[in-house]
């Protein structure tokens, strides 16, 4: 037998039957309240059942505010769809975690933080960013709400396996890039559709050295390289983060597991598809200046010239990206004027990420005319933030500690970045419109968008 | 779901790559809990632009929607096919797109046209420079033709599985439940670490007076 890639291991042991389309097993459906009404609905629709209730877990957080909570919300839409959630799921037997519970916050940040995501499992959910999972060596993708409802009724999908890539990471990033850098730079180098039809595999020492929620945020941003997910293989960085997690196997199970999950690795003469060796030696932090996440540069650099693109295609959507967000070639990023600063979403708003941009923050004042927000990925991490203090840090120095859920990363709970003005964003995208009708987003890290609210100006660090 | 054999209309260009779900409809959209009525929700704000070519009036009636390459990049929302749907559109012919928008056509009875890319500006062309081009897509046949751009039978890709159910107007849930036995089966043979759910739906915190 050929040596395998972790991908095609994983596969095979879901197929239940099938050629080139294949009916796979799911082992994990996450489910939201915004892809999921109208399957719910397809399922009453046609008297079906959700068949693994056990498999299968909700939670609010597109549409929640994460200002004021006070029911009955002011959004009438948003509350309906929260309210009929809870119906769905109290219809269909399916655990959810709403609103104003210990357990909510965004469906990418809680699966792992339960110990629901882990080594050689299949995990579904209707949202692109579903990828973050695979960090843990699972083959985990987002899905449309017609696949939903198919993973309720039936517990598997039918899809191709994806073919495979192996983006192999070398070097020793600079202290002050961080995972979120390195996801920019991947998608910079390879572009937004490199890895389409691919299923990518990060591998290399920036990977070994990376922690658990540095190797989300990079899963979590294969979605905008164009691939169907990322993943990496499970290791003791791995093993550690899970030990102990609530759902995650105990005692005498726990070590069978782990041993088993140290088995989770491509062969090393496995053959990829397609191979992506980069060298990212002394990377510093980086910042979009366009309205697609390829579209990124260095944060001490400046704003790429179009006419230097050799590629039409690209020279023409640069030129398109430079006049919505009203920027000019060779314009200093350092010179763009911030206007909001978002720190959160399912790519960074874990516990690692608030300490980093809190350790920036500390003792310092958010520059003049900037509006600063800290939105926790979740209530529990909310309150281990609080635990730690966090809070203060952020709260002292001008920043508003908010409520967990998706928030500006999505704009559609209220929280948007004001047309025409530009944002610091540690989201995951810089599309047109995508934090409110205008809204000009850079990405970057938690780090520097900490920077960035103190200074006033795009920046990596304050000693800049 | 309807059974398609092939689709002959006019076609609505849009000449752009890399056009994401975003702009195909806005996420306020998909606060709705409908599974239909998302015709005004397509290209929402490039339609504020009067010149915009959905809406010239003789684009109107359109079936088939001429994009550039990398189309429905983005998120996963399904709300994009269905606006596409309901606009009346029933196939996109793109030289590429991305890859959950792609699989998400079929299930809701969309045709992903993937033309090579010169065949792709040819028909952008022709379609661009006159509204009442039409466009053929032959699913059995598997060829798209547009003789006013010089297209003519010229093969398109689609996955044989999307292709076998758009041919036979098949539900995908049906055809996975043909096989309960062997779902079964695996079922019964999971390793033993895989992880459970309680069903349960968690009480909201005491006096945070949550509907529930």
Redesign the interface.
Known sequence: MAERTLVERIWAE?V??GT??E?I?I??HLVHE??S??AF??LRD?G?RVRR?????ATAD??VPTSS????LADE?????L??Q?RN??EF????????????GIVHVIGPQM??T?P??TIVC???HTATHGAFGAVA???????V??VL????L???K?KSMLVRLDGTISPQATAKDVALAVIRAIG??GG??HLIEFQGPVIDRMSMEGRMTLCNMAIEA?A?SGLIAPDETTFAYLEGRE???QGA?WE??RA?WSTYRSAPDAVFDTVVELDLDGLGPQVTWGT?PGQTTDIDGAVPDPAALADP?AR??AV?ALDYMGLRPGQRIAEIPIRTVFIGSCTNGRLEDLRAAAEVVKGHTVADGITALVVPGSEKIKRQAEAEGLHEVFTAAGFQWRNPGCSMC???NGDVVEPGTHAASTSN?N????QG?GARTHLVSPRSAAATAISGRLAASLAD | MDKIDSITGTAVPIDASDVDTDQIIPAVWMKRVERTGFQDGLFAKWRRDPGFVLNQPERRGATILVAGPNFGCGSSREHAPWALRDYGFKAIIAPSFADIFRNNLPNIGLVPVTLDEASCRKVMAAVTADAATPVTVDLVARTVTCTAAGVVDVPFVIEENARYRLINGKDLIDLALDFDEQIRRHEERRPFWMPRTNGQVEPAFELSGVEQ
Do not use: Y
Not at chain 1, 53 to 57: A, S
Not at chain 1, 69 to 72: A, Y
Not at chain 1, 431 to 434: D, H, V
């Open positions: 879901h239940i039957e080139g389309e009916l097993f082992d994990m915004i892809t009404p109208q609905e397809g046609t079906r209730p056990d498999l299968t877990i597109h549409d909570r006070q029911v009955p839409i948003g509350r309906r769809q309210m009929l809870i799921c109290r037997g399916v655990e959810l975690h709403p609103m104003n519970s210990l357990g909510q110990g629901l882990l050689g499992m209707g949202d692109s993708f987002g899905i449309g709400t017609s696949q409802e198919h009724a039936t517990q598997t039918r899809m191709a994806p937004t559709d389409t039809g164009g169907r759902r995650a196997p199970d069978r597991a088993e697609n295609v023409e959507a398109r999505i704009a559609m995208r599309f047109e419109g995508r009708p």
